[in-house]
């Protein structure tokens, strides 16, 4: 596998990170994080979708 298309894949522990100190933990996520949540996500889905293409 391609590094340039592996290692944006390592940018998702960052949103798994804030997901389960959410569940887990009950932290509340603040907008930002949200939204720079949404962007790692929707970046992964672009570098992912554009590989395969």
Do not use: C, H, K
Request: avoid cysteine; charged fraction near 5%.
């Amino acid at each position: 596998m391609d590094l340039s298309l592996a290692y944006p894949f390592v940018a998702l522990g960052f949103v798994l990170v804030l997901l389960l100190s959410w569940l887990w933990l009950g932290e509340v996520p603040n907008l930002p994080q949200i939204v720079g949540s949404l962007l790692v996500v929707s970046g992964v889905l672009l570098v992912a979708a554009g590989r395969t293409a």
